[in-house]
T-cell receptor, first 113, second 112 residues
Framework: DGGITQSPKYLFRKEGQNVTLSCEQN?????MYWYRQDPGQGLRLIYYSQIVNDFQKGDIAEGYSVSREKKESFPLTVTSAQKNPTAFYLC????????????FGDGTRLSIL | KQEVTQIPAALSVPEGENLVLNCSFTDSAIYNLQWFRQDPGKGLTSLLL?????REQTSGRLNASLDKSSGRSTLYIAASQPGDSATYLC???????????FGPGTRLSVLP
């Protein structure tokens, strides 16, 4: 079955530590996205990539970094510069650039130890 | 800057009721609008997408309408079931190439 796989489902970060969230898709989609979801708020865009080896900052990119070396993979690193990283992180993909319909993974919940 | 709101934040209804969820956006010049469902601890599942030239879209018991001039969309759920319990989010895109702006969602509980 085609879809988007995010791992791990739960992740804990210590102070001063960088952590990387994985996102893999086998839908052959060109575009991929990372969102952050906080309670009572809508999804906010962190980074997006419309093509391999290219990505753009979203609304809240500070403290995060990404890479897009392969079409099917778009990992997100939460760096120690992100002072409030506790949130639910969602990865999505679409066949073309936004606003094509987006398909979502099941998310990673990141917490601070 | 586009802002999307959804009222109510939470809704509880008995099984079998027809219900309406509301989505409002501040800039009426949108490209399309999408409704999603999110189950607890899960990602989003696309339900319906309405292009700016359309007035409504239907899928099974779901019907979404769009009134661009008033900046509103509604999601109508007919004959609600306990399995419909989830959070429903709407998202708007202002133009081709522009990313979606999401509302905070309405948490729906359908009681058996």
């Amino acid at each position: 079955d085609g879809g988007i796989t995010q791992s791990p489902k739960y992740l804990f970060r210590k102070e001063g530590q960088n952590v990387t969230l994985s996102c893999e898709q086998n839908l052959n989609h060109d575009a991929m996205y990372w969102y952050r979801q906080d309670p009572g708020q809508g999804l906010r865009l962190i980074y997006y990539s419309q093509i391999v080896n290219d990505f753009q900052k979203g609304d809240i990119a500070e403290g995060y970094s990404v890479s897009r070396e392969k079409k099917e993979s778009f990992p997100l690193t939460v760096t120690s510069a992100q002072k409030n990283p506790t949130a639910f992180y969602l990865c999505a993909s679409s066949i073309g650039a936004s606003p094509q319909p987006q398909h979502f993974g099941d998310g990673t919940r990141l917490s601070i130890l | 800057k586009q802002e999307v709101t959804q009222i109510p934040a939470a809704l509880s209804v008995p099984e079998g009721e027809n219900l309406v969820l509301n989505c409002s956006f501040t800039d009426s010049a949108i490209y399309n609008l999408q409704w999603f469902r999110q189950d607890p601890g899960k990602g989003l599942t696309s339900l319906l997408l309405i292009q700016s030239s359309q007035r409504e879209q239907t899928s099974g018991r779901l019907n979404a309408s769009l009134d661009k001039s008033s900046g509103r969309s509604t999601l109508y759920i007919a004959a609600s079931q306990p399995g419909d319990s989830a959070t429903y989010l709407c998202a708007v895109a202002e133009d081709y190439g522009q990313n979606f702006v999401f509302g905070p969602g309405t948490r729906l509980s359908v009681l058996p």
